[in-house]
T-cell receptor, first 115, second 112 residues
């Protein structure tokens, strides 16, 4: 069975500093990994995905994530945080390329960027 | 990019009434759609998989008679919360297939 862990409920970072939101996963096959951001009372916005290829994936709004197969991790990073990055972030995994399969989401990490 | 439209974004209903939530794929055909539920400060939990032209597949613990799903066309899936109760108050989100999955805007249901 697939599972996703986000070990931190909350991450606080000062504006301008680098940020990292951690994610580890467990799948039996090839992982398809995603990051989504959610603003209050809103749906999910896609940030980036890892399917195959380069382990460092660049996405929307200056975010990037690094796929580490040996550590089964897919941490989200940004070199310089903005106050507007404050939101709820979800890591998700889908096993394989079957579009008919659902996503399994991590519990979410609330990011607060302090001015 | 592909767009999934979910309507309504917010609904308040009386206990005992039914509420229908629509999920439309605007520029692509979706043979499969997913319905998620999100409780406050919690993650998204899959409720059911909606398959065009066939019965939905419900996750364990989700009452199929309470959460009716209809996927009558390749662009529309509906979730009807029947005989709603206050404990059904939640944020419901649909998604449709795509390389990264496209999510609707979500529906905040409040049952009073």
């Amino acid at each position: 069975a697939q599972s996703v862990a986000q070990p931190e409920d909350q991450v606080n970072v000062a504006e301008g500093n680098p940020l990292t939101v951690k994610c580890t996963y467990s799948v039996s096959g090839n992982p398809y990994l995603f990051w989504y951001v959610q603003y209050p009372n809103r749906g999910l916005q896609f940030l980036l995905k890892y399917i195959t290829g380069d382990n460092l994936v660049k996405g929307s709004y200056g975010f990037e994530a690094e796929f580490n197969k040996s550590q089964t991790s897919f941490h989200l990073k940004k070199p310089s945080a903005l106050v507007s990055d404050s939101a709820l972030y979800f890591c998700a995994v889908r096993e394989g390329s079957n579009y008919g399969q659902n996503f399994v989401f991590g519990p979410g990490t609330r990011l607060s960027v302090l001015p | 990019g592909a767009v999934v439209s979910q309507h309504p974004s917010r609904v308040i209903c009386k206990s005992g009434t039914s509420v229908k939530i629509e999920c439309r794929s605007l520029d692509f055909q979706a043979t499969t759609m997913f319905w998620y539920r999100q409780f406050p400060k919690q993650s998204l939990m899959l409720m059911a998989t909606s398959n065009e032209g066939s019965k939905a597949t419900y996750e364990q613990g989700v009452e199929k008679d309470k959460f009716l799903i209809n996927h009558a066309s390749l662009t529309l899936s509906t979730l009807t919360v029947t005989s709603a109760h206050p404990e059904d108050s939640s944020f419901y989100i649909c998604s449709a297939k795509g390389n990264e999955a496209f999510f609707g805007q979500g529906t905040r249901l409040t049952v009073v």
